[in-house]
């Protein structure tokens, strides 16, 4: 079965930091891209961020570059979202997920259940 | 951008009922398109992929379509686990961008 599990949401003030991680079991992780979609608060879906099987393409919505680090560790079938300079509008829920296919544009077939992450003072 | 227009917003069916929900491109996309279904307190789940695509598991009911830069997704027979919020997504270009959404409630 494969399963995604995010980690290492929380409450984090207004300018602070956070790093996300999604651990993933049942499926050859090295093989496929992998992404982060959040969604604020009764809002709905946005996509953040993606990586490629090798770490050697990233890319990025607008609104989080230089601020977001997408990165994977294909030994530990792990993938990472590290969050800096976090705004209020960042709060979101954070949820890992793969591509379908072996490219990078291609549809998210397998989904985590998400990590809350809250930016407040 | 691409922008990703999903109408309508809301939409009230009743059990065996059939509805359409559409989803409008900005600019053309080919069929890089998937739809998705969301339940409260869930993680999204893929119902169709590369626009007319059935992801596998998920019901024949469930039929997407495309003509140039409108896509829909068609619900037949409506069940009761089939209310929920529906979700189109363009993979085309850099960032990948959702449609706002289209929460199918009861009537």
């Known amino acids: 079965e494969v399963q995604l599990a995010e980690s290492g949401g929380g409450l984090v003030q207004p300018g602070g930091s956070l790093r996300l991680s999604c651990g993933v079991s049942g499926f050859t992780f090295s093989t496929h891209w992998m992404n982060w979609v959040r969604q604020a608060p009764g809002k709905g879906l946005e996509w953040v961020a993606n990586i490629n099987q090798d770490g050697t393409e990233k890319y990025y919505v607008d609104s989080v570059k230089g601020r977001f680090s997408i990165s994977r560790d294909n030994d530990k079938s792990s993938m990472y979202l590290q969050l800096n300079s976090l705004r209020a509008e960042d709060t979101a829920i954070y949820y890992c997920?793969?591509?379908?296919?072996?490219?990078?544009?291609?549809?998210?077939?397998?989904w985590g259940r998400g990590t809350l992450v809250t930016v407040s003072s | 951008d691409i922008q990703m227009t999903q109408s309508p917003s809301a939409l009230s069916a009743s059990i065996g009922d059939g509805v359409t929900i559409t989803c409008r491109a900005s600019q053309r996309i080919s069929n890089y398109l998937a739809w998705y279904q969301q339940k409260p307190g869930k993680a999204p789940k893929l119902l169709i992929y590369k626009a007319s695509n059935l992801e596998s598991g998920v019901p024949s009911r469930f039929i997407g379509s495309a003509s140039g830069t409108e896509f829909t997704l068609t619900i037949t027979r409506l069940q009761p686990e089939d209310f929920a919020t529906y979700y189109c997504q363009q993979f085309h270009d850099y960032p990948f961008t959702f449609g706002q959404g289209t929460k199918l409630e009861m009537k």
């Open positions: 997920a793969s591509a379908r296919g072996f490219g990078g544009y291609d549809s998210l077939d397998y």
